[in-house]
Protein backbone atom coordinates (compact mmCIF):
# COMPACT_ATOMS: atom_id res chain seq x y z
CA UNK A 1 0.00 0.00 0.00
CA UNK A 2 0.75 3.35 -1.12
CA UNK A 3 -0.76 5.53 0.77
CA UNK A 4 -2.57 6.40 3.94
CA UNK A 5 -6.13 6.35 2.09
CA UNK A 6 -4.76 3.11 0.46
CA UNK A 7 -4.73 1.75 4.46
CA UNK A 8 -7.84 2.95 5.46
CA UNK A 9 -9.80 2.16 2.20
CA UNK A 10 -8.51 -1.58 2.97
CA UNK A 11 -9.26 -1.69 6.57
CA UNK A 12 -12.61 -0.18 5.54
CA UNK A 13 -13.68 -2.69 2.96
CA UNK A 14 -12.16 -5.70 4.78
CA UNK A 15 -13.18 -4.97 8.44
CA UNK A 16 -16.43 -2.88 8.07
CA UNK A 17 -17.17 -2.91 11.24
CA UNK A 18 -14.29 -3.17 12.87
CA UNK A 19 -13.34 -0.50 15.83
CA UNK A 20 -10.90 1.91 14.53
CA UNK A 21 -11.12 4.42 17.64
CA UNK A 22 -12.29 4.80 20.96
CA UNK A 23 -12.33 8.38 22.22
CA UNK A 24 -13.08 8.87 26.05
CA UNK A 25 -15.05 11.64 26.99
CA UNK A 26 -15.70 11.30 31.03
CA UNK A 27 -17.76 8.05 31.53
CA UNK A 28 -18.94 7.90 27.63
CA UNK A 29 -16.96 5.80 24.93
CA UNK A 30 -16.91 7.36 21.96
CA UNK A 31 -16.50 4.98 19.05
CA UNK A 32 -15.80 4.69 15.52
CA UNK A 33 -15.50 2.39 13.26
CA UNK A 34 -13.13 1.90 9.73
CA UNK A 35 -16.02 2.06 7.99
CA UNK A 36 -17.80 5.30 9.54
CA UNK A 37 -14.54 6.48 9.52
CA UNK A 38 -14.30 6.07 5.80
CA UNK A 39 -17.81 7.69 5.56
CA UNK A 40 -16.71 10.91 7.24
CA UNK A 41 -13.64 11.15 5.75
CA UNK A 42 -15.59 11.23 2.35
CA UNK A 43 -17.95 13.62 3.99
CA UNK A 44 -15.36 16.16 4.94
CA UNK A 45 -13.09 15.65 1.36
CA UNK A 46 -16.64 16.84 -0.35
CA UNK A 47 -16.41 19.64 1.90
CA UNK A 48 -13.02 20.66 0.57
CA UNK A 49 -13.75 20.91 -2.99
CA UNK A 50 -12.31 23.55 -4.67
CA UNK A 51 -11.23 25.16 -1.33
CA UNK A 52 -7.48 24.70 -2.11
CA UNK A 53 -4.38 22.76 -1.78
CA UNK A 54 -4.08 22.65 2.26
CA UNK A 55 -6.34 22.82 5.20
CA UNK A 56 -6.17 24.00 8.61
CA UNK A 57 -7.12 21.40 11.19
CA UNK A 58 -8.36 23.23 14.33
CA UNK A 59 -10.19 20.89 16.26
CA UNK A 60 -9.93 20.02 20.32
CA UNK A 61 -9.16 16.53 20.46
CA UNK A 62 -11.89 14.01 19.39
CA UNK A 63 -12.63 11.69 16.74
CA UNK A 64 -13.40 15.08 14.39
CA UNK A 65 -10.08 15.81 14.63
CA UNK A 66 -9.35 12.05 12.85
CA UNK A 67 -12.22 12.02 10.22
CA UNK A 68 -10.93 15.85 9.70
CA UNK A 69 -7.30 14.75 8.97
CA UNK A 70 -8.12 11.91 6.82
CA UNK A 71 -11.32 13.97 4.95
CA UNK A 72 -8.09 16.13 3.53
CA UNK A 73 -5.83 13.17 2.42
CA UNK A 74 -8.88 11.57 1.03
CA UNK A 75 -9.22 15.19 -0.76
CA UNK A 76 -5.56 15.37 -2.14
CA UNK A 77 -5.43 18.31 0.24
CA UNK A 78 -2.36 18.98 2.18
CA UNK A 79 -3.34 18.47 6.19
CA UNK A 80 -1.83 21.19 8.43
CA UNK A 81 -2.90 19.85 12.26
CA UNK A 82 -2.32 23.27 14.72
CA UNK A 83 -2.84 23.32 18.35
CA UNK A 84 -6.55 24.37 18.65
CA UNK A 85 -7.51 27.99 19.41
CA UNK A 86 -9.05 28.19 23.20
CA UNK A 87 -11.18 30.43 24.74
CA UNK A 88 -8.98 34.12 25.21
CA UNK A 89 -6.11 33.00 23.71
CA UNK A 90 -3.71 35.40 21.16
CA UNK A 91 -3.84 33.90 17.58
CA UNK A 92 -0.11 34.85 16.66
CA UNK A 93 0.81 31.04 15.81
CA UNK A 94 -1.95 30.48 13.70
CA UNK A 95 -1.88 34.14 11.63
CA UNK A 96 1.43 32.82 11.48
CA UNK A 97 1.29 29.53 9.90
CA UNK A 98 -1.34 31.41 7.20
CA UNK A 99 1.41 33.91 6.28
CA UNK A 100 3.90 31.35 5.47
CA UNK A 101 1.35 28.44 3.95
CA UNK A 102 -0.72 30.60 2.13
CA UNK A 103 -3.74 28.63 3.50
CA UNK A 104 -7.04 29.49 2.18
CA UNK A 105 -9.55 27.02 4.61
CA UNK A 106 -10.05 25.56 7.73
CA UNK A 107 -12.04 22.67 9.30
CA UNK A 108 -13.08 23.97 12.33
CA UNK A 109 -16.07 22.76 15.01
CA UNK A 110 -18.87 25.23 15.96
CA UNK A 111 -17.38 25.62 19.30
CA UNK A 112 -13.99 26.37 18.41
CA UNK A 113 -15.08 28.95 15.71
CA UNK A 114 -17.52 30.65 18.60
CA UNK A 115 -13.98 30.86 20.91
CA UNK A 116 -11.71 32.60 18.07
CA UNK A 117 -14.30 34.97 16.10
CA UNK A 118 -13.93 37.76 18.53
CA UNK A 119 -10.33 37.48 17.60
CA UNK A 120 -10.19 37.65 13.94
CA UNK A 121 -9.78 40.77 13.73
CA UNK A 122 -6.64 41.02 15.38
CA UNK A 123 -5.05 39.59 12.98
CA UNK A 124 -5.55 41.05 9.01
CA UNK A 125 -4.51 38.04 7.31
CA UNK A 126 -6.68 35.90 9.12
CA UNK A 127 -9.91 37.36 6.68
CA UNK A 128 -8.70 35.52 3.92
CA UNK A 129 -9.43 32.03 5.48
CA UNK A 130 -12.43 29.86 5.08
CA UNK A 131 -13.91 28.83 8.20
CA UNK A 132 -15.74 25.50 7.38
CA UNK A 133 -17.68 24.08 10.25
CA UNK A 134 -17.50 20.01 10.65
CA UNK A 135 -19.91 19.14 12.97
CA UNK A 136 -23.02 20.31 11.52
CA UNK A 137 -25.36 17.20 11.48
CA UNK A 138 -25.79 14.94 8.47
CA UNK A 139 -27.34 11.87 7.58
CA UNK A 140 -25.29 10.98 4.11
CA UNK A 141 -24.61 7.45 3.56
CA UNK A 142 -21.99 5.67 1.30
CA UNK A 143 -24.33 5.69 -0.97
CA UNK A 144 -24.49 9.38 -0.83
CA UNK A 145 -21.02 9.93 -1.08
CA UNK A 146 -18.97 7.97 -3.39
CA UNK A 147 -15.07 7.33 -2.98
CA UNK A 148 -13.22 9.10 -5.38
CA UNK A 149 -9.61 8.21 -5.87
CA UNK A 150 -7.63 11.31 -4.83
CA UNK A 151 -4.54 11.75 -7.16
CA UNK A 152 -1.61 11.40 -4.61
CA UNK A 153 1.34 9.03 -4.98
CA UNK A 154 3.83 7.57 -2.00
CA UNK A 155 5.60 10.84 -2.86
CA UNK A 156 2.52 13.34 -2.10
CA UNK A 157 2.41 15.37 0.26
CA UNK A 158 0.49 14.16 3.56
CA UNK A 159 0.60 17.11 5.79
CA UNK A 160 2.47 19.56 7.20
CA UNK A 161 4.05 18.89 10.61
CA UNK A 162 4.77 21.86 12.82
CA UNK A 163 7.94 21.69 14.61
CA UNK A 164 7.51 22.37 18.32
CA UNK A 165 9.31 25.56 18.16
CA UNK A 166 11.46 24.49 21.41
CA UNK A 167 14.53 27.06 20.02
CA UNK A 168 12.99 28.76 17.36
CA UNK A 169 10.03 29.39 15.43
CA UNK A 170 8.16 26.75 14.18
CA UNK A 171 8.35 25.47 10.71
CA UNK A 172 5.95 23.34 8.76
CA UNK A 173 7.81 20.06 8.02
CA UNK A 174 7.21 18.33 4.75
CA UNK A 175 6.15 14.68 5.15
CA UNK A 176 4.80 12.28 2.48
CA UNK A 177 3.03 9.44 2.39
CA UNK A 178 6.12 6.65 1.97
CA UNK A 179 7.94 9.14 4.98
CA UNK A 180 4.69 8.42 7.07
CA UNK A 181 4.26 4.59 5.98
CA UNK A 182 7.98 3.85 6.32
CA UNK A 183 8.37 5.34 10.16
CA UNK A 184 4.99 3.56 11.14
CA UNK A 185 6.95 0.46 9.81
CA UNK A 186 10.08 1.29 11.82
CA UNK A 187 7.86 1.73 14.74
CA UNK A 188 6.15 -1.51 13.82
CA UNK A 189 9.68 -3.05 13.46
CA UNK A 190 10.72 -1.61 17.21
CA UNK A 191 7.68 -1.82 19.42
CA UNK A 192 6.69 -5.40 18.14
CA UNK A 193 2.74 -4.23 17.86
CA UNK A 194 0.33 -6.12 16.52
CA UNK A 195 -3.34 -6.64 15.73
CA UNK A 196 -3.79 -8.25 19.39
CA UNK A 197 -2.23 -4.74 20.05
CA UNK A 198 -4.30 -2.40 22.50
CA UNK A 199 -3.17 1.22 23.02
CA UNK A 200 -4.06 4.02 25.29
CA UNK A 201 -3.08 7.79 24.35
CA UNK A 202 -3.58 10.97 25.39
CA UNK A 203 -1.30 12.96 23.47
CA UNK A 204 -2.42 15.98 21.54
CA UNK A 205 -3.53 14.81 18.12
CA UNK A 206 -1.42 18.14 16.61
CA UNK A 207 1.95 16.68 17.72
CA UNK A 208 3.71 14.15 16.08
CA UNK A 209 3.33 11.90 18.90
CA UNK A 210 0.09 11.71 19.33
CA UNK A 211 -0.59 11.71 15.73
CA UNK A 212 1.49 9.47 14.29
CA UNK A 213 2.14 6.80 17.84
CA UNK A 214 -0.73 7.56 19.02
CA UNK A 215 -3.53 7.51 15.91
CA UNK A 216 -1.97 6.63 12.45
CA UNK A 217 0.32 3.33 13.69
CA UNK A 218 -3.20 1.62 15.21
CA UNK A 219 -4.55 2.14 11.44
CA UNK A 220 -1.25 0.51 10.37
CA UNK A 221 -1.28 -2.28 12.11
CA UNK A 222 -4.90 -2.48 12.83
CA UNK A 223 -5.46 -2.67 16.65
CA UNK A 224 -8.02 -0.47 19.12
CA UNK A 225 -7.11 2.53 20.72
CA UNK A 226 -8.75 4.36 23.17
CA UNK A 227 -7.80 8.16 23.13
CA UNK A 228 -8.13 11.19 25.20
CA UNK A 229 -7.75 14.36 25.88
CA UNK A 230 -4.49 15.70 27.01
CA UNK A 231 -6.22 17.86 29.37
CA UNK A 232 -8.06 15.48 31.31
CA UNK A 233 -4.61 14.03 32.21
CA UNK A 234 -3.07 17.21 32.89
CA UNK A 235 -6.39 17.75 34.93
CA UNK A 236 -6.20 14.50 36.49
CA UNK A 237 -3.23 11.99 35.79
CA UNK A 238 -4.62 9.25 37.34
CA UNK A 239 -7.40 8.99 34.58
CA UNK A 240 -4.80 7.89 32.00
CA UNK A 241 -3.78 4.62 34.02
CA UNK A 242 -7.07 3.75 35.06
CA UNK A 243 -8.08 3.67 30.73
CA UNK A 244 -4.71 1.37 30.90
CA UNK A 245 -6.00 -0.20 34.00
CA UNK A 246 -9.69 -0.80 32.84
CA UNK A 247 -9.29 -1.64 28.87
CA UNK A 248 -6.10 -3.86 29.44
CA UNK A 249 -3.74 -1.81 27.42
CA UNK A 250 -0.59 -3.40 25.87
CA UNK A 251 0.75 0.10 24.95
CA UNK A 252 0.64 3.58 26.07
CA UNK A 253 3.48 5.78 26.28
CA UNK A 254 4.30 9.97 27.19
CA UNK A 255 7.03 12.14 27.76
CA UNK A 256 8.89 12.18 31.14
CA UNK A 257 7.27 14.64 32.93
CA UNK A 258 3.94 12.55 32.66
CA UNK A 259 5.46 9.53 34.59
CA UNK A 260 6.38 12.14 37.43
CA UNK A 261 3.11 13.64 37.41
CA UNK A 262 1.42 10.33 37.75
CA UNK A 263 4.35 9.10 41.02
CA UNK A 264 4.00 12.60 42.54
CA UNK A 265 0.05 13.17 42.51
CA UNK A 266 -1.40 9.72 42.26
CA UNK A 267 -1.74 8.29 45.64
CA UNK A 268 -0.60 4.96 47.29
CA UNK A 269 -4.24 3.97 48.15
CA UNK A 270 -5.15 4.96 44.69
CA UNK A 271 -2.19 2.71 43.18
CA UNK A 272 -3.36 -0.25 44.83
CA UNK A 273 -7.14 0.28 42.83
CA UNK A 274 -5.17 -0.32 39.29
CA UNK A 275 -4.18 -3.57 37.23
CA UNK A 276 -1.34 -2.00 34.89
CA UNK A 277 -0.34 -5.78 34.37
CA UNK A 278 -1.64 -6.03 30.79
CA UNK A 279 1.12 -3.14 30.06
CA UNK A 280 3.53 -4.95 28.23
CA UNK A 281 5.09 -1.35 26.45
CA UNK A 282 5.30 2.15 28.49
CA UNK A 283 7.65 4.15 26.01
CA UNK A 284 9.35 7.31 26.70
CA UNK A 285 9.68 10.05 24.71
CA UNK A 286 9.66 13.43 23.35
CA UNK A 287 12.08 14.78 25.91
CA UNK A 288 14.87 13.56 28.26
CA UNK A 289 14.42 10.99 29.90
CA UNK A 290 15.28 10.16 33.32
CA UNK A 291 16.37 7.13 34.73
CA UNK A 292 15.16 8.40 38.49
CA UNK A 293 11.84 9.16 37.52
CA UNK A 294 11.48 5.69 35.70
CA UNK A 295 12.80 4.37 38.74
CA UNK A 296 10.15 5.86 41.24
CA UNK A 297 7.28 5.38 38.93
CA UNK A 298 7.96 1.44 38.85
CA UNK A 299 8.08 1.85 42.56
CA UNK A 300 5.21 3.38 42.95
CA UNK A 301 3.01 1.45 40.31
CA UNK A 302 4.63 -2.27 40.63
CA UNK A 303 1.86 -2.56 43.66
CA UNK A 304 -0.31 -2.61 40.88
CA UNK A 305 1.47 -5.16 38.98
CA UNK A 306 3.70 -2.79 36.52
CA UNK A 307 6.67 -4.82 35.40
CA UNK A 308 9.96 -2.22 35.12
CA UNK A 309 10.94 -4.36 31.52
CA UNK A 310 7.86 -2.59 30.20
CA UNK A 311 9.53 1.21 30.16
CA UNK A 312 10.72 1.38 26.66
CA UNK A 313 13.03 4.58 26.45
CA UNK A 314 13.06 6.57 22.31
CA UNK A 315 14.26 9.43 20.58
CA UNK A 316 12.50 11.06 17.42
CA UNK A 317 12.21 14.17 16.15
CA UNK A 318 9.24 15.89 13.75
CA UNK A 319 12.06 15.91 10.96
CA UNK A 320 12.91 12.45 11.08
CA UNK A 321 8.82 11.78 10.83
CA UNK A 322 8.74 10.29 14.44
CA UNK A 323 11.10 7.25 15.62
CA UNK A 324 14.54 7.60 15.30
CA UNK A 325 15.61 4.84 17.84
CA UNK A 326 14.21 2.67 20.44
CA UNK A 327 15.29 -0.20 22.37
CA UNK A 328 14.07 -4.05 22.61
CA UNK A 329 10.74 -4.61 23.68
CA UNK A 330 10.95 -6.91 26.78
CA UNK A 331 14.24 -5.80 27.81
CA UNK A 332 15.35 -3.79 30.44
CA UNK A 333 16.11 -0.12 30.20
CA UNK A 334 20.02 0.45 29.50
CA UNK A 335 21.02 3.07 32.41
CA UNK A 336 25.28 3.99 32.53
CA UNK A 337 26.91 6.41 34.77
CA UNK A 338 29.43 8.82 32.68
CA UNK A 339 31.61 11.31 34.39
CA UNK A 340 30.66 14.21 33.84
CA UNK A 341 33.54 16.49 33.96
CA UNK A 342 34.40 14.44 31.20
CA UNK A 343 31.41 15.18 29.35
CA UNK A 344 31.86 18.58 30.07
CA UNK A 345 34.86 19.64 29.78
CA UNK A 346 36.32 16.87 27.01
CA UNK A 347 33.55 15.87 25.72
CA UNK A 348 33.70 11.94 25.99
CA UNK A 349 31.51 10.18 27.86
CA UNK A 350 33.95 7.91 30.08
CA UNK A 351 31.99 5.44 32.47
CA UNK A 352 32.25 6.25 35.90
CA UNK A 353 30.72 4.40 39.39
CA UNK A 354 27.34 5.12 40.08
CA UNK A 355 28.66 6.71 43.76
CA UNK A 356 30.90 9.66 42.42
CA UNK A 357 29.93 12.49 43.13
CA UNK A 358 30.48 13.59 39.51
CA UNK A 359 28.92 11.04 38.19
CA UNK A 360 25.48 11.26 35.79
CA UNK A 361 23.17 8.52 34.63
CA UNK A 362 22.23 8.76 31.08
CA UNK A 363 19.28 6.87 29.85
CA UNK A 364 20.09 4.71 26.95
CA UNK A 365 17.58 5.05 24.16
CA UNK A 366 18.64 1.95 21.57
CA UNK A 367 19.16 1.76 18.53
CA UNK A 368 18.17 2.63 15.09
CA UNK A 369 15.67 0.43 13.25
CA UNK A 370 16.42 -1.44 10.25
CA UNK A 371 17.39 0.89 6.90
CA UNK A 372 18.27 3.59 8.70
CA UNK A 373 21.44 4.97 10.55
CA UNK A 374 22.99 7.28 13.26
CA UNK A 375 26.06 8.85 13.16
CA UNK A 376 27.87 11.35 15.76
CA UNK A 377 29.02 14.40 14.17
CA UNK A 378 31.35 16.84 15.28
CA UNK A 379 28.65 20.02 14.67
CA UNK A 380 31.84 22.65 12.97
CA UNK A 381 34.16 20.35 11.45
CA UNK A 382 31.81 18.12 10.31
CA UNK A 383 34.06 15.04 10.93
CA UNK A 384 32.20 11.74 12.02
CA UNK A 385 33.01 10.99 15.84
CA UNK A 386 34.06 7.37 17.67
CA UNK A 387 31.98 5.59 20.10
CA UNK A 388 31.78 7.81 23.45
CA UNK A 389 32.43 11.37 21.79
CA UNK A 390 29.69 14.02 22.32
CA UNK A 391 28.50 15.46 18.90
CA UNK A 392 25.93 16.50 17.29
CA UNK A 393 23.37 13.44 16.28
CA UNK A 394 22.97 12.69 12.12
CA UNK A 395 20.25 10.38 11.23
CA UNK A 396 19.13 9.25 7.62
CA UNK A 397 17.19 6.70 6.29
CA UNK A 398 13.90 6.38 4.30
CA UNK A 399 11.65 8.61 6.83
CA UNK A 400 13.58 11.05 7.02
CA UNK A 401 11.40 14.45 6.00
CA UNK A 402 11.48 16.15 2.40
CA UNK A 403 12.20 19.54 4.06
CA UNK A 404 10.81 22.78 5.54
CA UNK A 405 7.93 24.34 3.92
CA UNK A 406 8.99 27.07 1.99
CA UNK A 407 12.79 27.60 3.47
CA UNK A 408 15.09 26.24 0.60
CA UNK A 409 18.11 27.26 2.09
CA UNK A 410 17.66 26.20 5.57
CA UNK A 411 16.55 22.52 4.61
CA UNK A 412 19.07 22.29 2.38
CA UNK A 413 21.58 22.93 5.35
CA UNK A 414 19.48 20.54 7.84
CA UNK A 415 17.81 17.68 5.50
CA UNK A 416 21.19 17.29 3.26
CA UNK A 417 24.20 17.69 5.38
CA UNK A 418 27.28 15.33 4.21
CA UNK A 419 29.35 14.08 6.53
CA UNK A 420 33.08 14.72 5.57
CA UNK A 421 34.98 12.41 3.36
CA UNK A 422 31.06 11.23 2.42
CA UNK A 423 29.38 13.21 -0.52
CA UNK A 424 27.27 10.68 -1.23
CA UNK A 425 24.92 10.38 1.95
CA UNK A 426 22.75 12.91 2.64
CA UNK A 427 21.94 13.06 6.93
CA UNK A 428 19.36 15.39 8.79
CA UNK A 429 21.16 17.25 11.24
CA UNK A 430 18.71 17.06 14.51
CA UNK A 431 20.38 19.54 16.36
CA UNK A 432 20.91 17.42 19.40
CA UNK A 433 23.55 16.71 21.08
CA UNK A 434 24.13 12.95 22.38
CA UNK A 435 26.62 10.04 22.14
CA UNK A 436 27.05 6.38 21.02
CA UNK A 437 27.95 3.36 22.90
CA UNK A 438 28.10 0.40 20.26
CA UNK A 439 24.83 1.32 18.91
CA UNK A 440 23.33 2.06 21.55
CA UNK A 441 22.17 6.01 21.91
CA UNK A 442 22.68 8.52 24.42
CA UNK A 443 20.71 12.01 24.14
CA UNK A 444 22.81 14.63 26.15
CA UNK A 445 20.76 17.83 24.89
CA UNK A 446 20.08 20.38 22.38
CA UNK A 447 22.55 22.38 20.67
CA UNK A 448 21.38 25.70 21.23
CA UNK A 449 20.17 25.41 25.21
CA UNK A 450 23.71 24.31 26.14
CA UNK A 451 25.35 26.44 29.10
CA UNK A 452 28.79 26.93 28.93
CA UNK A 453 29.84 28.35 32.17
CA UNK A 454 33.52 28.25 33.50
CA UNK A 455 34.63 26.59 30.20
CA UNK A 456 32.05 23.17 31.08
CA UNK A 457 28.91 22.33 28.83
CA UNK A 458 26.73 21.94 31.48
CA UNK A 459 23.14 20.57 30.13
CA UNK A 460 20.15 22.57 31.38
CA UNK A 461 17.91 18.91 31.65
CA UNK A 462 20.38 18.19 34.32
CA UNK A 463 20.30 21.30 35.82
CA UNK A 464 16.57 21.22 36.30
CA UNK A 465 16.87 16.84 37.19
CA UNK A 466 18.37 18.12 40.25
CA UNK A 467 16.12 21.01 40.84
CA UNK A 468 12.93 18.41 40.62
CA UNK A 469 14.61 16.38 43.28
CA UNK A 470 15.62 19.34 45.84
CA UNK A 471 12.20 18.78 46.67
CA UNK A 472 9.07 16.24 46.71
CA UNK A 473 6.69 19.03 45.91
CA UNK A 474 8.60 20.16 42.90
CA UNK A 475 7.27 17.59 39.45
CA UNK A 476 9.70 17.34 36.14
CA UNK A 477 9.03 19.73 33.47
CA UNK A 478 8.21 22.54 35.63
CA UNK A 479 11.84 24.66 35.31
CA UNK A 480 13.86 26.06 33.12
CA UNK A 481 17.42 26.49 33.54
CA UNK A 482 19.65 28.86 31.16
CA UNK A 483 22.55 31.50 31.60
CA UNK A 484 22.68 35.14 31.24
CA UNK A 485 25.68 37.60 30.37
CA UNK A 486 26.21 39.71 33.77
CA UNK A 487 29.34 41.42 34.22
CA UNK A 488 31.09 39.56 31.59
CA UNK A 489 30.33 36.04 32.98
CA UNK A 490 27.86 33.72 32.12
CA UNK A 491 26.01 32.64 35.65
CA UNK A 492 22.97 30.01 36.17
CA UNK A 493 19.31 31.05 36.19
CA UNK A 494 16.85 28.66 37.52
CA UNK A 495 13.05 29.67 36.32
CA UNK A 496 10.32 27.50 38.66
CA UNK A 497 6.74 26.83 38.93
CA UNK A 498 5.10 27.05 41.76
CA UNK A 499 1.93 24.90 42.88
CA UNK A 500 -0.90 26.65 43.49
CA UNK A 501 -1.29 25.56 46.72
CA UNK A 502 2.45 26.80 47.90
CA UNK A 503 2.08 29.91 45.95
CA UNK A 504 -1.05 30.95 48.39
CA UNK A 505 -0.27 34.44 50.42
CA UNK A 506 -0.09 32.38 53.42
CA UNK A 507 2.25 29.68 52.59
CA UNK A 508 4.27 31.63 50.14
CA UNK A 509 6.92 33.61 52.71
CA UNK A 510 8.18 30.17 54.38
CA UNK A 511 7.36 27.79 51.04
CA UNK A 512 9.19 30.01 48.64
CA UNK A 513 12.38 30.81 50.85
CA UNK A 514 12.35 26.84 51.75
CA UNK A 515 12.53 26.18 47.66
CA UNK A 516 14.95 28.64 47.16
CA UNK A 517 17.46 27.33 49.99
CA UNK A 518 16.83 23.63 48.84
CA UNK A 519 17.47 24.55 45.06
CA UNK A 520 21.00 26.30 45.18
CA UNK A 521 21.85 23.68 47.51
CA UNK A 522 20.95 20.19 45.30
CA UNK A 523 22.66 22.41 42.49
CA UNK A 524 25.74 23.10 44.34
CA UNK A 525 25.80 19.84 45.92
CA UNK A 526 25.17 17.89 41.85
CA UNK A 527 27.10 20.61 40.08
CA UNK A 528 29.79 22.82 42.06
CA UNK A 529 27.96 25.70 40.14
CA UNK A 530 26.51 28.70 42.16
CA UNK A 531 23.09 29.84 40.98
CA UNK A 532 23.04 33.23 39.95
CA UNK A 533 19.12 33.30 40.26
CA UNK A 534 16.20 31.58 41.22
CA UNK A 535 12.13 33.35 40.26
CA UNK A 536 9.95 31.36 41.43
CA UNK A 537 6.76 31.99 39.60
CA UNK A 538 3.06 31.12 39.42
CA UNK A 539 2.07 27.66 38.24
CA UNK A 540 1.54 27.46 34.15
CA UNK A 541 3.41 30.37 33.61
CA UNK A 542 6.80 29.06 31.83
CA UNK A 543 6.56 28.42 27.59
CA UNK A 544 5.86 25.06 26.52
CA UNK A 545 5.64 23.67 22.87
CA UNK A 546 2.30 22.02 21.86
CA UNK A 547 3.94 19.06 23.44
CA UNK A 548 4.90 20.28 26.61
CA UNK A 549 8.62 20.54 26.22
CA UNK A 550 10.31 23.94 28.19
CA UNK A 551 10.97 26.75 25.93
CA UNK A 552 14.14 27.57 27.88
CA UNK A 553 15.10 30.20 25.18
CA UNK A 554 11.79 32.16 25.55
CA UNK A 555 11.76 31.90 29.41
CA UNK A 556 15.14 33.67 29.36
CA UNK A 557 13.93 36.74 27.37
CA UNK A 558 10.89 36.91 29.35
CA UNK A 559 13.06 36.78 32.62
CA UNK A 560 15.71 39.28 30.82
CA UNK A 561 12.45 41.42 29.95
CA UNK A 562 11.12 41.30 33.98
CA UNK A 563 7.29 39.60 32.13
CA UNK A 564 7.29 36.69 33.99
CA UNK A 565 4.61 36.46 36.98
CA UNK A 566 7.34 36.18 39.65
CA UNK A 567 6.01 35.39 42.83
CA UNK A 568 9.62 35.65 44.80
CA UNK A 569 13.29 36.06 43.05
CA UNK A 570 16.57 35.41 44.42
CA UNK A 571 19.36 36.61 43.12
CA UNK A 572 23.87 36.61 43.84
CA UNK A 573 24.30 39.51 45.95
CA UNK A 574 20.45 40.76 46.47
CA UNK A 575 18.38 39.98 49.13
CA UNK A 576 15.15 37.74 48.30
CA UNK A 577 12.17 40.11 47.05
CA UNK A 578 8.58 39.31 46.21
Not at 413 to 438: H, M, P, V
Not at 501 to 529: M, N, V
Request: proline share 5%; aromatic share 10%; net charge neutral.
Amino acid sequence: METLVDILRTRALTDPDGIAYIFLKGSEECKITYAQLDLEARRVAKLLEGQGSSALICHLPGLEYIYSFFGCLYAGVIAIPIYPPRFNQKLDRLSAIVSEIDVKCALISQSVLENVKPLLSEQPNLSQVKFIKTDLPHSLTANDLPFLQPEITGQSLAFLQFTSGSTSQPKGVMLTHANLINNLQAIHEKFESSKDSVGVIWLPPYHDMGLIGGILQPLYIGFPIFLMSPYSFLQRPMRWLQAVSQYKATISGAPNFAFDLCTKRITDEQAATLDLSSWKLAFCGAETVHAHVLENFYQKFKVAGFKKEAFYPCYGLAEATLIVSGGVKDKAVIVESFDATAIESQGRAVKSSVDLKSSRSYVGCGTAPKKYSIKIVDPITLKSLPDGAVGEIWFTGPSVAQGYWGRSEESERTFKAKIAGDSETNYLRTGDLGFLQGDELFVAGRIKDLLIIRGRNLYPQDIEKSVGESHPGLVSGTSAAFSIEFQGEEKLVVVQELDRRDAKPELLQEKSTEFIELIRKKIFEDHDLPVHAIALVKSHSIPITSSGKVQRQATRRLFLDNALPELRRFQEGVQVSS
